[in-house]
């Protein structure tokens, strides 16, 4: 049986261990580090796979001449760098990872709301230029019964939600896909 050629753009992790394990008896996997298309155009060309981190955009015309491509796999939530119209033309399928990294960026959001609300690069800079003082960086609040927005209440959302409510934060969210009836909130 000839395998499959599944080209991978470009990553960022250490090792191709997982995508050998899933795909190593019926693929050959050949992986990249360009996120040109162009660059990584003369190995996809005769793909059945296109496996994409960050490279792009995979427009129609690199669709066109990618005329075995059966599949174009996003390793993250987004697709906004696949023409998605191109690729339903041209019979190619698009999927994405809706789970990738949420909890990675819930908690970078958490991380970057509470170095605001507390000033902490503020404060780093301070000290480290050698001044102790408070004022400079006033007013400041309390965490705890404050208000956070989320616009948006999908899976990260829900994910910072539960984090700012362990901190006794209020939570407002809008999002017009979300029915409030719907939401069953353990937080």
């Not at 003369?42 to 990618?66: F, H, K, Q, S, V």
Request: charged fraction near 20%; glycine fraction near 6%; charge should be negative.
């Amino acid at each position: 049986m000839t395998k499959a050629k599944v080209v991978l753009t470009d990553y960022v992790w250490d090792s191709l261990d997982v995508e050998n394990e899933i795909l190593g008896a019926v693929a050959e996997i050949v992986p990249l580090q360009v996120t040109d298309p162009e660059a990584f155009f003369p190995e996809a060309e005769d793909c059945e796979a296109l496996l994409n981190t960050y490279g792009g955009p995979i427009t129609a015309d690199i669709m066109a001449r990618m005329p075995n491509c059966k599949i174009i796999s996003r390793y993250g939530i987004g697709v906004d760098t696949i023409d998605l119209a191109a690729a339903t033309n041209a019979g190619i399928i698009v999927t994405n990872n809706p789970t990738y990294c949420i909890e990675e960026v819930a908690e970078h959001t958490l991380a970057m709301l509470l170095t605001c609300a507390r000033k902490i690069a503020f404060y780093d800079r301070l000290v480290r230029g050698g001044e102790w003082a408070v004022p400079p960086g006033k007013p400041m609040f309390r965490i705890a019964g404050s208000t956070v927005g989320l616009i948006g209440f999908g899976n990260i959302a829900r994910r910072v939600a539960q984090r700012a409510a362990s901190l006794d934060m209020r939570i407002l969210y809008s999002d017009p896909f979300v029915e409030e009836r719907a939401i069953r909130c353990t937080w």
